[in-house]
Every structure is written in C-alpha cells, then in structure tokens.
C-alpha cells in the first residue's frame, strides 16, 4: 500500500476519519482505472480538435456498431432491449431535489454542517451534495464536503446538535417569508430527504492524490470511492439509496466507464451489481446524441436523465466554436423553450419513456430554478411567479420534478408537483425517438432573439465575479451583474461552475465570429449590425471590471480586489482572445488556485500562458494540481 499513490501534504492525518484503511485500500484498488479515464478524455479531445479541422457536426452512431466498452449493439440499446433498473422506492417521488455543497470554505466543522443541515430540513424529496460545479476547491474543501456527509448520514451529535439549532432558524425565517414553521419534528425531518452525492467528471484531476510518478488521478475515482466507503453500510442500515449524479459525460463509452468504475467498487465493497444508483446529468451535446445508448451501458443502476441548462448551451457554443454562422444570443434569451434548447429537453422526455424489455421506463428531473427569495418585495414577488411557472411548465412536459439551487426555493415550487400528486411521470406516452437529419440540426437550432452590448456586458460581469468567487472558495455564489448592484428589484441567481463556462463560450463566440449587434448601444455608440471588436471588448473589460473594484464588500469582497480578483480578470481576458477556443473555463481557475495566498499576478499569466500553449500544440490539458506538496509519510 501507497506505493502507487501518493497523499498531499498532512490530508491523511488531518483526515484521518474520511481517508480511513478502507478508504485508501479501495482508493488503491480502483487508482488502475486511472489510465482507461486519461485515454478516454485523450479520446475527446481528439474528438473535438477533429470536427473543428473537419467542420463537422456530431452525428449520431452507426445502429449497427456497437457501443465501445460494451457488448451491447446500438440499435439494441435504442429498441430498449436491455434489462433495466427498477426505480428504488425512496427515488420514486422526487419532486423537488436542492443541490449544493456540504461544506463551506475555510469554515470549522460544526460551521460547514449548517449547509448539511438546512438542506436536509428543507423539505427538499431529495438533496444532491454538490461535490463537483457548486463545490469550491480550495484547501481541503473536498474533503469537508466527505467528512461532514459522513457525520450527517451517521448521525453523529455534533450534527443533531446544529441541526437543532438550524431548523430554530429556519422556522423563524418561514414564519416571516411563508406565514407558517416548515419544520415540525427535526429529527423526523432529516430521515425524509434522499441524500444523493454528485462527484467531479472525468476531465478533473484530485489535488490531494496522485500517482506515484506526479501524474494526476482521476477526481471522479476519489471522490465515488470516498463516498461509498464512509457511507454505503449507514446507508443500507436505514434503507436508503446509495445514489449518485453522473456529470458531464459526453458518451456512451465514457457512461460505460463509469459503470465499469462502479461495478469495481461494487465487487470491492461486497455490495451487489447495480447496488450504486445512478442519475445522469444531461449537459453535453454528445450526449444527447446517445441517450438511450448511455442508458443501456449503466442499465443496472441507471434511474433518470435530468435536464441542466447552463452546462448544456456552454457545450452545444464549444461544439460548434468552428462555425462562423453559429452564434447565441443573449444568455437570458436561450430559457428552455428557445430552438435548441426545446428539442434537447424533447428527447430527454422521450428517452427516459422508452421502456426497457421490462416495460421498466426512468426518471426525469427537470432543471435548475436558481433563484433566492432576497430582494425587494416587488423583486421577490415576480421572481417567484417565474419561478412557480417554470416549474409548472416543466411539470406539464413530464419531468417528475426539478431542481432548486437554495432551500428557501423548496416550499415555493414543491406544491406544483404537490397539487397534482403523482409521485411521478414514468411510463407518458410520447412519440418514440428518431434518428434522422432533422433530428441532428434541431438539437444546434437558433431562433431569432436579441444580442447586445448589455448583453455583453452581463456575460463579463457574472464571468469575472465567478472566477473572483472560485478562487475565494466559493464555486457556488449569489450573483449578478454589477450593474444591478443596489438594485434589490433584481435578485441575485445561485450560480455555480457552469455559470463561468458558458459566458465565457459566448464572449468567445461573439468576438471570433464577429457575431452582430442586434441593438444600438447609446454609450458604446454601437450600432445595430456592429460586432463585438477586440477593442470593444477591451473597454468593456476595463469598465465592469472597474465596476467590481468599486462595489461594496458585499458584492465583491474587499480583500478580494487585490488578490483573486485580478487573477480572475487574466483568465478571462486570456480565454476570450485566445484564437483556437479552450475547452474548459475551470482548468484555468484550477491551476491558480492557491495563487492569493503564496504566489503572484506574473505567476497566474505564466500558468495561463503555460496551459494554452501546450493545448494549442499538441491538445494537452494541463489538469494535476501544480502546488502538489510531497507527502508527509506513507498511508497507514
């Protein structure tokens, strides 16, 4: 043991109740799955650089193949002729599922535990742990989210202890906002939210583990392990689920992967085949092009797709960053009724009601209501309405719930599902999918709609306070643009990691295709018909970025503005002039993540320079964690 692997620092010691014997022994067990993950995110790059020098679109599979990894042929998968998983009972209703971390950056133990506890108090059918887009990664932030899920889910009397204390609190917030307590029975209450744990995609490397010879191992193998070690027999003692959400997979042979991944846990652990159940965020185009084959390659544990936004219109922007006709509009115009968007959620439906030879159909949860009910009265009132609404329409296409970005979301949009009762909607009946041209361009479909320089403006805004936000810690944030500081008709949206990716793809997009203006802009003396120049974009940097060094604390944190802050502004500004588009947003805040505390503004531009330069060449993404420490002794 620990011949393989290598710890950071003191994490063992520190962590002694997360990394225990089982954990590491299964962490070793599993680390020889780490070079199949780095040939498959070899494989995607591969991918994209190949239809960006071909100037080809993403087709669907050949019927007749068969998808990689398996020996399940794709026309088979698409028939549902494969053995699915029956839906547990404590996933059978879930109307309203929060998402969020368990822990807070650089907080004490019984502080993060508030987070546990005001979700699992929340009335929330479900909570997903957010290890991954809502999971900030500095110091040992990973490993607060593992050690106080494992408190939470033991039971442990440090947690009933604040969660005594938050449910007081919520009650008195309900009694003000709702006119009623939301918590009757605390202890009752914690037994009712399903707890389910999302860990990092595929493309992240962990910053507290690695192989012997430095090179990065995969996040995703740490994080599944860690999670299912600690928790699997607490679990199963209370009848629980042991579920997890599966994010940013782009194929077929990656969701294979993944169920290999598990099935190798699953052996390690004596748990049996498809004991670990499995959600799978729709978030990349590619995937939508193999629906029913991701679901018959995790056939046994696989119980529903859900429907993201913001990540999902980041990779249908990256997927087409070749085609100089391909160009979104304002972000706030691209809701889930907009061209693409309308045909992605359409197939979601339709696969997750095509029964398996069974006649076992799955889940679909609906997407993220980001709001937070803080702001004005007025402001409050409207953003509810949208929000009850988008609930609503989601709940008349199908989806058996959504997702809610804060708890105080939960008792607002929970009664749309409430009034009608159904646990669920598996089993509609909708038109079976096709595979046809049409069905491939619908998926890239745009819409007329507006492009603006205000537009713009937000796009860089959100993008600089997101970078400001991560490298402080918190990759989950309430923001919105600084224009709309002070103004408290205009709530501030719960925004994670796929907030960064995605208006960065468009600001990119814009300036490289020189997509036109659709609105004269009086301050820039733009016109309709203009573009967004490297010179326009260059003064609307400076000016929202004077914006955040003039805001309050409370919008953008006073010792932020001479530390992360301008680290965030040179990635920004590297990522959007960069001719050849990057693919991910968070490699480049990964890699300068300790640089507010030891390290310098020259460093960041040189780490930047460093990453898009060594892609540029050769498609090398530069993932490991670059301040690495040596490890301090051996595993126990």
């Known amino acids: 043991m620990g011949r393989t692997l290598e710890y950071r620092g003191t994490v063992l010691d520190a962590y002694a109740d997360v990394w225990t014997l089982a954990a590491i022994a299964a962490i070793e067990a599993l680390a020889p799955l780490n ?41 088979d998968a698409r028939d549902g002729k494969f053995d699915g998983s029956a839906i547990p009972r404590d996933l059978s209703r879930q109307w309203i599922q929060g998402t969020g971390p368990a822990s807070k950056p650089r907080a004490s133990t019984r502080g993060s535990l508030r987070n546990v506890a005001h ?129 940013k997979i782009q194929t077929a042979e990656e969701a294979a992967f993944w169920h290999d991944l598990l099935a190798a846990l699953e052996r390690h652990l004596g748990l049996g085949l498809g004991a670990i159940k499995v959600y799978v965020l729709v978030e990349q185009l590619e995937a939508c092009f193999q629906l029913m084959e991701i679901r018959a390659a995790l056939a046994p544990r696989f119980i529903g797709f859900n429907t993201g936004r913001w990540d999902y219109i980041n990779s249908v922007s990256d997927a087409l960053s070749w085609d100089r006709d391909f160009a979104n509009p304002d972000i706030d115009s691209i809701v889930m009724t907009y061209g693409y968007m309308r045909n992605y959620e359409d ?3 339709r696969a997750v009601n095509t029964p398996d030879r069974n006649g076992r159909c799955v889940l679909w949860q609906g997407g993220m209501e980001p709001n937070i009910p803080v702001g004005s009265e007025a402001g409050v009132a409207a953003a509810m309405r949208r929000a009850v609404a988008g609930g609503e329409r989601e709940q008349r296409a199908g989806a058996s719930g959504k997702w809610v970005a804060h708890w105080k979301m939960v008792h607002r949009v929970r009664p749309v599902w409430e009034r009608v009762g159904a646990d669920n909607q598996l089993g509609r009946s909708f038109p079976p999918l096709t595979y046809t041209g049409l069905d491939a361009v619908g998926l890239t479909q745009l819409e007329p709609a507006p492009r603006t320089v205000r537009g713009a403006r937000d796009l860089l805004s959100v993008a600089l306070q997101y970078g400001n936000a991560f490298g402080q810690g918190f990759q989950a944030a309430a923001l919105k643009p600084a224009d709309s500081f002070g103004n408290d008709d205009v709530l501030y949206l719960m925004e994670d990691m796929a907030t960064g990716e995605i208006r960065l793809s468009l600001l990119w997009e814009w300036l490289h295709k020189q997509a036109p203006f659709t609105v004269d802009d009086q301050a820039t003396g733009t016109r309709v ?60 805040l990964n890699l ?31 993932t490991e964690n670059l301040d690495f420490s040596a490890p301090s002794r051996s595993p126990r």
């Open 119 to 247: 979700a699992l108090l929340s009335g929330a059918d479900g909570w997903m742990f957010d290890g991954e887009d809502a999971l900030g990664q500095v110091d040992t932030m990973s490993l607060d989210n593992q050690r106080n899920l494992r408190l939470a889910i033991a039971g442990d009397p440090l947690f009933h202890a604040v969660a005594a204390e938050v449910a007081a609190e919520m009650n008195s917030w309900a009694s003000g906002f709702l006119g009623c307590s939301i918590v009757a029975d605390w202890r009752a209450q914690l037994s009712f939210t399903t707890k389910m744990f999302r860990p990092r995609g595929l493309h992240l490397d962990d910053r507290h583990v690695r192989e012997a010879n430095g090179t990065g191992l995969s996040a995703s193998i740490v994080d599944v392990v860690l999670y299912a070690t600690n928790n699997h027999a607490r679990l199963a003692a209370t009848g629980a689920s042991l579920v997890l959400y599966l994010p």
């Open 35 to 75: 070079r199949e993950r780095r040939l498959l995110m070899a494989a995607r790059v591969a991918r994209r650089r190949d239809r960006i020098l071909g100037r080809r679109r993403i087709e669907f599979l050949d019927p007749q193949s068969f998808i990689p990894g398996t020996a399940i042929r794709v026309q």
């Open 592 to 622: 300068n993540l300790t640089l507010n505390v030891n390290l310098t503004l020259d460093v960041a531009r040189e780490r930047i320079r460093s990453y898009l330069a060594a892609f540029t060449r050769d498609g090398t993404r530069i």
């Open 529 to 588: 018909g203009d573009t967004l120049t490297p010179a326009l974009f260059a003064r609307l940097l400076d000016e929202e970025y004077a914006k955040l060094l003039a805001a309050r604390d409370r919008d953008v944190h006073d010792d932020s503005k001479a530390t992360t802050l301008p680290i965030a502004r040179a990635i920004v500004e590297a990522y959007v002039s960069e001719p050849g588009k990057p693919p991910w947003y968070v490699d480049l």
């Open 347 to 349: 197939r979601v439906r």
